[in-house]
């Protein structure tokens, strides 16, 4: 198995996780015959592990709620949907200004607007 994520995740190197984390929603492979799938509840860290406790995943009698992974490992969150919006919206609003400023502006006539 090679889990490499949804389209609505994006991989993250355990190494990057941080409190801001917590609480979101993570899927990872920690070997090769499991795919994770659960809301962190706790990051802890040395220079060579990343240990995760999650919600969610405890309770079978096989399934743990808690890993530990190399830096070097990627995570898959969910994208944040506010973020990628915002991104979006302030790149269109560029491409906008761009086109306005080239096709509106004759000669060396410089009246553009700003923001």
Do not use: C, W
């Amino acid at each position: 198995m090679n889990y490499t994520g949804s389209q609505s995740e994006k991989a993250v190197p355990a190494g990057e996780l941080d409190r801001s984390h917590i609480g979101h929603t993570v899927s990872f492979q920690p070997n090769e015959f499991t795919v994770v799938f659960g809301r962190i509840a706790g990051i802890a860290r040395t220079e060579a592990m990343v240990y995760l406790s999650l919600d969610g995943v405890a309770g079978g009698t096989h399934l743990k709620d808690e890993y530990d992974l190399p830096l070097t490992h990627d995570v898959y969150l969910q994208v944040d949907v506010m973020t990628n919006a915002e991104s979006t919206i302030k790149d269109l609003f560029g491409k906008v200004q761009e086109n306005l400023r080239g096709a509106g502006h004759k000669g060396g006539d410089d009246r553009t607007d700003r923001l």
